[in-house]
């Protein structure tokens, strides 16, 4: 598609329990990067893919939450056990990136996870 | 370390005024954008311009990489100009991951 899609929109969980996170980036844009939004303001970078690969996942907090972005699949974020700083907007982004340092994201609409 | 500022942090303006808000950042950068994240937490991709000068409508945006910052200009300000204007930027030493700056509030009153 020509936009980046995400869903769900709107999410809730009780702490403890897993939530998972789809996006849909732009047809032909082979980098797809994940960002959280807390308190409204700080945006914090997780983890982005070249294609189905893992490209960058420093931003990653490895012992709850996973990535995943198979051929012919949404790219998906998962967060096992929940907690409440999780609470969150997260935002995914693809680029296409074919032309040396052009790197412009596209950001989906994003995904409002509250954690009770 | 690495770091994104913007300035002003908070910024009240009368409807048809002009202003001029600023992003500094602290190394080399590979690409630059501006975004309007509005009330409804929407991120609008105003501009992408790692340098140079763009306009687009009311606004227009000036990014001169060697002296490390970036300027969006908006004027005659409309009340749906309102909410948080946020600098994002891909350092030239990093992995194409953008780096926020701490955005800018703005509000624009009737």
């Known amino acids: 598609g020509e936009e980046v899609a995400q869903t769900p929109k709107h999410l809730v969980r009780g702490e403890g329990q897993k939530a998972k996170l789809y996006c849909a980036p732009i047809?032909?844009?082979?980098?797809v990067f994940w960002y959280q939004q807390v308190l409204k303001n700080e945006f914090k970078f997780l983890i982005s893919f070249q294609n189905e690969n893992v490209f960058d996942e420093t931003g990653m907090p490895k012992e709850r939450f996973s990535a995943k972005c198979l051929p012919n699949s949404p790219c998906s974020l998962e967060i096992q056990a929940t907690k409440l700083e999780d609470s969150a907007v997260y935002f995914c982004?693809?680029?296409?990136?074919?032309?040396?340092?052009?790197?412009?994201?596209?950001f989906g609409p994003g995904t409002r996870l509250t954690v009770l | 370390g690495i770091q994104v500022e913007q300035s002003p942090p908070d910024l009240i303006l009368q409807e048809g005024a002009n202003s001029t808000l600023r992003c500094n950042f602290s190394d080399s950068v590979n690409n630059l954008q501006w975004f309007h994240q509005n009330p409804w937490g929407q991120l609008i991709n105003l501009f992408y311009i790692p340098s140079g000068t763009k306009q687009n409508g009311r606004l227009s945006a000036t990014t001169v990489a060697t002296e490390r910052y970036s300027l969006l200009y908006i004027s005659s300000s409309q009340t749906t100009d309102s909410g948080v204007y946020f600098c994002?930027?891909?350092?030239?030493?990093?992995?194409?991951?953008?780096?926020f700056g701490t955005g800018t509030r703005l509000k624009v009153l009737a």
């Open positions: 994002a930027v891909e350092f030239a030493s990093g992995t194409y991951k953008y780096i």
């Open positions: 047809k032909g844009h082979s980098y």
């Open positions: 982004a693809s680029s296409q990136r074919d032309r040396g340092l052009y790197n412009e994201q596209f």
